[in-house]
């Protein structure tokens, strides 16, 4: 539970406690609500693979990465792993239809997180009505990506699956033209539910086609946006 977990100092460490406020550098999709009384933000720090919050424990709080990665993802019976999501600087994650979290959620690189308790959300919306259409529209972004991610798994080959992450990435995360990937190849491919050799070999083919360029393990630099486009069409 996150209450347990906050208390594990050796592991977390507490950053600061505040009121929301604007001007944060992430306060985009948290904006709606600062300065709302009552509604104080606390950061904790994750280092690499540490666990934010398990499968099935209580929902108490909803999270905002300030810097770092985290992934969102579920353990199948037969021990595979499925990522539903990753979120990078200034994603909301956590926000949960029931009073429990459907996945688990973990930091993919070292990861500092700002943090609100759910029921002080609530109790917000239920009072401003900007609060509850940012709250509204969060919940939208996750479905919309829930459903986009769900025809990606069901419909496209596995190269329109490669294709379609990296352009993801390229809007989110890009920085003068080149994108530097937090996560690994394992996690891409339990993203995509594809294996690691099928995305490396995908890569691999993008290389040899003058679509993408390697600089470093994870820096990618696309080279060719329009036939990366076509192949996900």
Request: glycine share 8%; charged share 25%.
């Amino acid at each position: 539970m996150l209450t347990q977990t906050i208390n594990t100092q050796a592991i977390k460490t507490q950053i600061n406690g505040s009121k929301i406020a604007p001007g944060h550098p992430v306060s985009d999709q948290f904006g709606a609500i600062a300065g709302h009384v009552g509604l104080v933000a606390t950061e904790f720090s994750y280092r690499k693979e540490e666990e934010i919050y398990g499968e099935d424990e209580p929902a108490e709080y909803v999270y905002q990465v300030v810097t770092g990665a985290v992934r969102s993802y579920k353990l199948l019976s037969d021990g595979r792993r499925q990522i539903g999501s990753f979120h990078l600087s200034g994603d909301v994650f956590g926000l949960e239809s029931g009073t429990t979290h459907r996945l688990a959620a973990e930091a993919i690189i070292d990861t500092t997180v700002r943090l609100v308790k759910r029921a002080s959300l609530e109790k917000a919306a239920a009072t401003d009505v900007q609060v509850a259409r940012k709250l509204w529209a969060m919940t939208a972004g996750e479905l919309r990506h829930a459903e986009d991610h769900m025809l990606l798994l069901g419909r496209k080959t596995a190269m329109e699956r490669v294709a379609t992450f990296l352009l993801e990435m390229d809007r989110r995360l890009a920085v003068a033209g080149m994108m530097a990937l937090p996560m690994c190849r394992r996690d891409i491919g339990d993203y995509l539910g594809l294996t690691l050799e099928t995305v490396s070999r995908a890569l691999s083919l993008l290389h040899a086609q003058g679509i993408l360029g390697f600089s470093g393990a994870r820096q990618i630099v696309l080279r060719n946006r329009a036939r990366l486009h076509n192949l996900d069409a």
